[in-house]
């Protein structure tokens, strides 16, 4: 990496004066990648930033989901709560489905990037095409966690309490599922490259994953098939490990605990958080293994 | 580093390049070198596989058989170090224009890799290069079809690139931004060692090449500095329109022995010296003329000897027959 600055011909003064600035290109490296990958994700939240009535539409579903039916079938519900408010009891659903639908956005702005072209400006870049794929899905991961916090602010009203520990685990939690979301959505949008089709897809498969997760309701007394999709939706992994840290920080009866937050469980065995955290997490990866694959073996 | 199949002077070598999509040859064996510091031309109709073989040299798009060197580089065997040292400027806009300028311009810079203490001031003098620099803070949504190519042009520098390709960059521009987009980049040629390739369908934009290669059907049929190609045609341009234009060309090819053609809905031929030849015309055309004009020979003449068409009535017949084709699957798709 060096500059070389030639002397300009006086008749040719460029109109900034002074000398020509010379830049030149480095060899590909693997900082050279992780500046594209930075500069793919600054991206992502400039645009975030700048759209200040997106920030705010989007609020609007989980706000609706946690006040409206939270209110609504509190009465209806309250036999089976065992005291606790079901807005509380919805509400680590809530912080799940807050960052889901915002991810699955963040991820069809890799179609709209085909569309108005952008996305040719960074594939002729000397950059892998892995840097854009894993810069894109960061960005989504951390716009989706930010719309996120603003739902985590209203923990207070529900009776959630701000403690420290569970702020940094729901933060950490919604990060986590808002990667492997967007790492979802840009798999799909590599292939896909209308924007209707696209989105048209992702409800297709978002809205059952997040019916059947169990942000809804506690995963255990299914029947026997609701039972099986939710242990095989990789969404009840997020769900439930939310649950879990929310309700440890809950002051309520071990009997209410139980009957809320029964935990998943897996011909009997009870399923650790742990193990909950790494199957969401091996599917983001791989998800982002077999976007980067595609994105590298088109043209 | 210099490959072995490419000579080290040359920005740009060619040889028997070929493009097939499915069963279409949108490329059929192209052949040329343009030297360093040339503005070079490709110009043809749409369709005649302009941007095919750019996006082959740009390494967007493998060639299906030749080869080709762009900065000394493999376009195939070293893709990356032929994309360190070209700029483009795409045929249609790729800018993001939910940034400002600056942004784009940076983001550009970050995707290269450009030291980060020289970003600002070679960002600051593209900009004013360009005419852009009062307008650096705005979001480029609300940039005209002008200064948007204007700025995507900048972007194009902003890792000062051996190799600029412009493709079609003043398409869908009104004449007189094509005019300031041509100031900026002969101004550009004697301010940066920098080979500038482009394509255009544009007859008088050609004239501003050094050199232009003439593409029809996915071959080039003529390479040369424009002056050259010109004169070589010879011949001044008479066009004239007649009440019956099909007994005018058979009166023509009769008495004077000369052969003229329909060209964009008026009948023209070519003749050594076409002011001298107009009286002759008039005494001797047993039939009224309307209108009459002599013109030098134009590329567009260059064109229409080297293709038997003009520029334009390619392009019509290049739609008609996409329109046939989508005809013929349209109506399959009905059986």
């Known amino acids: ?299 | 580093m210099i490959s072995g199949d490419g000579k080290a002077t040359d920005a740009i070598a060619v040889r028997g390049l070929t493009k097939t999509f499915d069963e279409v040859q949108a490329v059929k064996g192209v052949d040329f070198e343009v030297a360093p510091g040339e503005v070079f031309g490709f110009l043809g109709p749409n369709g005649a596989g302009k941007t095919t073989t750019i996006n082959m040299l740009c390494t967007l798009a493998k060639p299906t058989s030749g080869s080709a060197t762009v900065a000394g580089h493999d376009v195939v065997k070293e893709r990356d170090n032929v994309r360190r040292n070209i700029g483009l400027v795409f045929q249609d806009p790729t800018l993001d224009n939910y940034l400002t300028a600056t942004q784009n311009l940076k983001l550009h810079a970050e995707l290269y890799g450009v030291r980060s203490d020289l970003v600002k001031p070679r960002m600051d003098q593209v900009l004013h290069m360009v005419g852009l620099w009062d307008r650096r803070d705005t979001k480029t949504m609300t940039f005209s079809g002008g200064m948007r190519r204007r700025l995507e042009i900048a972007r194009g520098l902003m890792h000062s690139p051996r190799v600029l390709f412009l493709d079609e960059p003043t398409i869908g521009l009104d004449p007189q931004t094509r005019r300031s987009i041509w100031t900026y980049i002969r101004q550009l040629k004697e301010q940066e060692e920098i080979t500038i390739f482009m394509t255009t369908h544009y007859m008088d934009e050609a004239e501003w090449c050094d050199r232009i290669a003439i593409m029809d059907h996915g071959q080039i049929v003529a390479l040369d500095r424009p002056e050259t190609l010109k004169a070589e045609v010879g011949k001044d341009r008479v066009t004239i329109h007649t009440d019956d234009d099909d007994a005018a060309i058979a009166s023509i090819e009769e008495r004077f022995g000369i052969e003229a053609r329909m060209a964009e809905g008026a009948v023209a031929f070519g003749v050594p010296a076409g002011e001298e030849f107009v009286p002759r015309l008039f005494a001797e055309l047993d039939m009224p003329i309307r209108s009459v004009s002599v013109s030098r020979p134009t590329l567009d003449d260059v064109f229409m000897s080297y293709t038997g068409t003009t520029i334009r009535d390619a392009e019509d017949d290049h739609a008609k027959h996409r329109n046939r084709v989508m005809m013929q699957v349209m109506s399959g798709m009905r059986r």
């Open chain 1, 1 to 299: 990496m060096s500059t070389a600055t030639r002397p300009t011909e006086p008749s040719v003064a460029p109109p900034a004066g002074g000398p020509i600035v010379r830049v030149t290109v480095p060899q590909r490296s693997l900082r050279s990648e992780l500046r594209a990958i930075k500069v793919v994700w600054q991206r992502e939240l400039i645009r975030f930033a700048n759209n200040r009535l997106r920030i705010v539409t989007s609020l609007v579903q989980p706000l609706l989901f946690l006040f409206v039916l939270g209110s609504g079938l509190q009465r209806l519900a309250s036999a089976g709560t065992h005291g606790v408010s079901l807005r509380t009891f919805l509400f680590p659903g809530i912080l799940c489905i807050s960052v889901m639908f915002i991810a699955m956005f963040q991820a069809a702005s890799f179609v709209w990037d085909r569309e108005f072209g952008f996305l040719r400006e960074m594939m002729v870049a000397p950059v892998r095409r892995s840097s854009i794929v894993i810069g894109k899905c960061l960005g989504g991961a951390t716009v989706a966690s930010s719309q996120g916090v603003i739902v985590l602010a209203l923990a207070g009203v529900v009776n959630v309490p701000y403690n420290p520990v569970l702020i940094v685990g729901v933060l950490a939690l919604q990060l986590l599922l808002a990667f492997t979301i967007t790492a979802f959505g840009v798999m799909i949008a590599v292939r896909i490259r209308e924007m209707q089709s696209f989105m048209g897809v992702m409800q297709m498969i978002v809205t059952p994953l997040f019916f059947i997760s169990g942000a809804l309701f506690p995963p255990s007394g299914l029947p026997g098939w609701l039972t099986v999709l939710n242990r095989l939706d990789p969404m009840s992994y997020a769900v439930d490990p939310m649950r879990r840290l929310v309700f440890n920080h809950l002051d309520i009866s071990p009997l209410a605990r139980r009957a809320l937050d029964p935990g998943i469980t897996w011909w009997g065995w009870h399923v650790p958080a742990g193990v909950e955290v790494a199957v969401v997490a091996v599917l983001g990866l791989a998800m982002l293994g077999v976007a980067i694959w595609q994105f590298s073996t088109t043209e």
